[in-house]
């Protein structure tokens, strides 16, 4: 065991090292530090967002809406995980890593660490969870670092930020694990990083496509039910009318806006079976292939109270003391409330679980190749 433990440890130091050389990651982490003196410089109070103590006019977003705590929770979420750490640093992190497993197979380095009393396959895991090592590392400066600058500025430390580390590793890790097997199969440093940024590109398409065709769904159920209601309500006007001895005109004219409502209502239940079809194609291929998205949004799930969240989904024209100007209309506001919640519903399991499932398949595959292949 300590013979392992020894084994593992020299890899992973040999992996800081190498990162440590890579001016990528020195870039990278420059990037993060400046981000979070972005944060520095933002903040909240009851007349709007403020930059550097300057209110910005015009913005309909203070701390009647949103807390101070929870407005840093957005903004760590959606700015700093979201769009640093899941986009910029991620593509950063791709191009820097891309090269690992590729050079390591075709460099003189392999015999070196074939020539120990390792097994092949646990030199190959061990390796590819020490290049994961630019993410974690990149995620734990990151998210310290917004929890001292948000502390200070709020007064709130919020240590479950910290949940975001290794969540952020995980998102990356599902991709990585595409770019380490081309690249143990090919050797080839570009084809890793192209069949990496393949496999993201893949993932964001069919995302959104489930996203389309759930709110597809879920709005055809919405006006359905209106429709059920409106042809009972007619059909009851019709009952209530013909025992009152309504004249036969009157009667003729409710029994065609019956006949249209119900041909309305076939056509929409006939659309939604076609809604239903195609939202639960993309749901099955969102269900094979690794959940980055969701990965992430648990994060938000894990440190917002439900009310937090509730919030999220409230037209800010609804305030008291705004003019509504209709951002979003009844139906469709109930409509993104009601996919929320069924995406809110999805378990963990669903998002980690079959995500690492995705990730064994690919790493046993890998490890297959680098275990048959000659070095």
Not at 77 to 106: E, H, Q, R
Request: proline share 2%.
């Amino acid at each position: 065991m300590t013979k392992v433990l020894t084994q593992t440890g020299a890899i992973f130091y040999d992996a800081y090292r190498e990162l440590n050389a890579r001016k990528m990651f020195w870039i990278s982490l420059g990037i993060s530090l400046l981000v979070v003196a972005c944060f520095a410089l933002i903040g909240i109070n009851e007349k709007g967002i403020s930059i550097a103590g300057f209110t910005i006019p015009g913005i309909p977003i203070n701390t009647g809406l949103f807390s101070e705590s929870f407005f840093y929770k957005l903004m760590f979420v959606n700015v700093g995980v979201n769009l640093w750490l899941g986009w910029a640093s991620t593509i950063l992190a791709l191009v820097s890593t891309a090269s690992i497993i590729p050079d390591f197979v075709s460099s003189g380095a392999i015999e070196n660490m074939l020539a120990r009393p390792i097994s092949r396959i646990r030199l190959f895991l061990t390796k590819y969870l020490a290049s994961l090592l630019f993410v974690f590392l990149q995620a734990t400066v990151f998210t310290a670092a917004s929890i001292l600058v948000i502390g200070a500025r709020s007064g709130e430390w919020l240590w479950g930020l910290m949940l975001g580390v290794p969540l952020v590793t995980l998102f990356f890790s599902y991709i990585y694990c595409v770019s380490a097997l081309v690249g143990v199969w090919t050797r080839s440093t570009l084809a890793a990083l192209l069949a990496a940024l393949a496999l993201w590109g893949v993932i964001l398409v069919v995302g959104i496509a489930e996203a389309a065709t759930l709110q597809w769904r879920v709005g055809h159920n919405t006006k359905i039910v209106t429709f059920q209601k409106d042809v009972e309500a007619t059909q009851l006007q019709i009952t209530k009318e013909t025992q009152a001895g309504a004249d036969a005109d009157r009667l003729q004219t409710l029994r065609t806006q019956l006949d249209r409502k119900q041909a309305d209502l076939a056509e929409r239940q006939a659309s939604l079976q076609s809604a239903e079809f195609w939202h639960n194609m993309m749901y099955a291929g969102k269900t094979i292939l690794p959940k980055t998205a969701e990965t992430k949004e648990l994060l938000l799930r894990a440190i917002a109270t439900d009310a937090e969240l509730e919030k999220l989904l409230d037209d800010p024209d609804d305030q008291p003391g705004r003019q509504n100007r209709g951002f979003l209309g009844p139906a469709d506001r109930r409509t993104m409330r009601e996919v929320q919640k069924i995406i809110d519903n999805r378990s963990v399991w669903w998002v980690l679980g079959t995500s690492a499932i995705f990730q064994l398949v690919i790493l046993a595959w890998a490890s297959r190749i680098f275990a048959k292949r000659d070095f």
